[in-house]
């Protein structure tokens, strides 16, 4: 386990030296735009599957939690032209509250019921956005990016190095929950709630804490989001589409291991970006529908899994 | 006061229209636990096929949505086998996989009729839209009356079958103990996969009536599955005539808001009170179960 933690931290500080190198080096914009969007799906998916993998609480809401980080960007550059850092800091902290208002509603609700409570809670949020006028309203609100600082040559590719940042963050707070005790109470609560409670589980601390934890997480990625596309709107910022995306790259991947959404959301979200640009954003929906289906019906643990399943299938082998 | 007591009667036709829409899902997800989120998506689906055959053969709306019914029967066939070998037959986390599923499928048709169709609305031609019944001081549209009318008949059609066929008692009884279907020497899937049928063909009108009251676009389901949930948990799960009822509070409750404060808040109104419901009353307001 030990000699496993300093493999991984190495591999984060080698990532995330990629990325600044990558800044550094590559001239053209658009690997950056699209990378952006990537890292964002892998912070997003990392992030969901805290609770909606290790809890089994499917949450639709991250749609919810992505388009109030963005707003509260938008809210604080507009009324104090604050700066990125205090507004992913700002996004969290709300996100941390909604998280804690989403774990109370798991007290009531389970299963498909508490799926459908999260649909609900985002469409009721966005309405409200929609209807303050401060923030633009349903038409949207045009942002200006502050002059961006010396270290990097333009903003995108600040962003770029932030998401990178979000995302080492989200996997180690996933691992480290996956190999703590928190972890292990989370699947006890998932296989079977009230045995969990039985044997001295604290079910409702830990799922208030994952729910808190997953809320702030969601949150903080959305939050750089304005500052990249420089415009926010209701109906964007609050798509299904982030929902449904971020579950299906989680459940792709496979949520019984940390490394299962980064699979799913780089295998996803490449596929997203290349068929974005070579055909349409729709048939990018349509890859988005089929894959969904395709792995839930076929392969229901996801590409981990899978991987798992040869891996035992190869070992019997040899024994036998 | 005259504005309110025009959105009330709105609303109460209204309601009858979301109750229409609802039926199904009342069926599949009240009566079956299928987490059918795809239910608004076949809806809509079933308004473009509508618009196809109004748009290219002139047919009727209502006529056209007579005509679909048996493709959305047998759509509801498929789809209720492919669920139960997937997810029932496998057992563990059926609800949650299952609803991750349907939203797959939701998507696909979402994009299908985009490709089809387009982005842009769609509206049916017929002599009855856009016109409207004058009494007094009160304007109703004729649509509106159109889809409380057939509305109506479709729920009193739904309830009768359920319960008085032997078909209609089958589904019921499946609902309320599958074992016992079982050892008596039927088999349940065969009666929940008829169920399902039934639940998705009635769709075909429910979509026409769909396109008569107002032009559909192919994300138009987002809406409706706030709506349509909202209704069928609101009724309770799997009550015909509870259905109507909800639906018809959602309908006037809908339509006061919109009076009121405006249009931008009327899509928060279905998934407001059905967030209310879960919390407050889970078991609906006619539940079957305690």
Known sequence: MKRNGIAFWIGAALFLAAALLMTKVVSNQYPFFAGYVILQFIALAVAWSILGGYAGYVNFGTSAFFGVGVYSSVFLVKAFGAPLPVQILTAAAIGALMGFALGLLTLRMQGIFFSIATIALTIIIETAVTNWRYVGGAAGIQIQRPPVSALFDNYVQMLFFVQAVLVVLAVAISRYIQNSWIGRGLQALKDDELAAECSGVPTLRLKLLACVISGALLCAVGAPSAMYLQFANPESAFNLNYSVSTLAMSLIGGTAHWSGPIIGAILLGTTQQLLTVTISSEVNVLVLGVMLVLFVVGAPEGIIGLIRRIFRNRNEGRES | ?290
């Not at chain 2, 009342?26 to 196809?52: C, K, R």
């Open chain 2, 1 to 290: 006061m005259d504005l309110l007591l025009d959105a009330v009667v709105i609303g109460v036709l209204l309601g009858c229209f979301y109750g229409a829409v609802s039926l199904g899902l009342s069926v599949s997800f009240g009566l079956l636990d299928v987490p059918h989120v795809a239910h608004p998506a076949f809806l809509v689906l079933a308004s473009y096929f509508v618009y196809f055959l109004n748009e290219h053969y002139a047919i009727d709306p209502l006529v056209a949505g007579l005509l679909i019914t048996p493709l959305f029967f047998a759509f509801g066939l498929v789809a209720y086998r492919i669920y139960y070998e997937t997810f029932e037959k496998r057992g563990s986390d059926a609800g949650v996989r299952g609803i991750a599923f349907f939203f797959g499928v939701a998507f696909i048709i979402e994009v299908l009729i985009i490709m089809q169709f387009g982005v842009d609305q769609r509206s049916v031609t017929a002599d009855y839209v856009g016109k409207a019944l004058r009494l007094g001081d009160l304007r109703i549209p004729y649509r509106l009356l159109v889809a409380f009318g057939v509305a109506a008949v479709l729920t009193i059609l739904l309830t009768l079958y359920l319960s008085r066929t032997f078909m209609g008692r089958a589904i019921r009884a499946v609902a309320q103990d599958q074992e016992a279907l079982r050892l008596m020497g039927t088999n349940p899937i065969r009666i929940k996969q008829w169920a399902f049928g039934i639940a998705t063909a009635v769709l075909g009108v429910a979509g026409a009536l769909l396109i008569i009251v107002a032009p559909v676009e192919p994300t138009l389901d987002r809406a409706y599955i706030g709506r349509t949930f909202c209704v069928v948990v609101m009724a309770g799960l799997g009550s015909m005539s509870g259905t109507l009822v909800a639906a018809i509070i959602l309908g006037v409750a809908e339509s006061i808001v919109l009076t009121m404060f405006g249009a931008s808040w009327a899509p928060a109104i279905s998934f407001a009170m059905l967030l209310g419901v879960l919390a407050v009353r889970p078991q609906g307001l006619f539940g079957r179960r305690s």
